[in-house]
Structure formats: C-alpha cells, structure tokens
Nanobody, 115 residues
Framework: QVQLVESGGGLVQPGGSLRLSCTTS????????MAWYRQAPGKQREFIAL???????NYAASVKGRFTISRDNPKNTVYLQMNSLKPEDTAVYYCNAVFMRNTYWGQGTQVTVSS
C-alpha cells in the first residue's frame, strides 16, 4: 500500500511562512513526479506545484514567486516552502505522486492563514 505522509500545516498570520513535508517510500520517490495540490472550502482541488525526478519544477501562477517545491532524495521527501502567505492560501494541502496512469494522494494537511 502506497503511503504519502504529510506534515507541517498549521495556523500562520498573513505574510508568514510555513514548510510542508511529504514522505513516501523510496520506490515511489525514485520514479514518480511529486506535486502539491490544495482545496479550499467550497472549491475544487487545484494544482500548486510539481517537481520531476530530474528536479524540474512548475508552479501555478497564484503561488509563483512565493512558494518553492523541492525534493530531498536521501530522505524520500518533497517540501513546499510557502512564504508571504495570504488568507486566500487557506486550504487543505495534499501531496500527490504521479507516474503514467498511477497516482497517489496523501491525507492532506490544513493550512490556515489568518490574523
């Protein structure tokens, strides 16, 4: 059973920072593109960022320049560094692993940006 274990969510004030982590097995991490999505209340899940096994990255326009995705290969972990957070970044953030037709999701971690 594939597991993606997320951590790092919480409550932060506007303008603050958080770093999310997602750890999985080596077999998944070595082969799959890793990504982050988020889902705000009443909205559809949306793509945030991805990093390929070669380290190429892509970002949604709404977070480009504020969020950074990275992967730590020895730790089988992908990170999402979130800076300059805004109230509209409030959502449940999900880790995703995808390779061809296979995709897996983490359980989600809540990020709340509020004063």
């Amino acid at each position: 059973q594939v597991q993606l274990v997320e951590s790092g969510g919480g409550l932060v004030q506007p303008g603050g920072s958080l770093r999310l982590s997602c750890t999985t097995s080596r077999s998944i991490f070595e082969s799959y593109t890793m990504a982050w999505y988020r889902q705000a209340p009443g909205k559809q899940r949306e793509f945030i960022a991805l990093v390929t096994i070669s380290g190429s990255t892509n970002y949604a326009a709404s977070v480009k320049g504020r969020f950074t995705i990275s992967r730590d290969n020895p730790k089988n972990t992908v990170y999402l560094q979130m800076n300059s957070l805004k109230p509209e970044d409030t959502a449940v953030y999900y880790c995703n692993a995808v390779f061809m037709r296979n995709t897996y999701w983490g359980q989600g971690t809540q990020v709340t940006v509020s004063s």
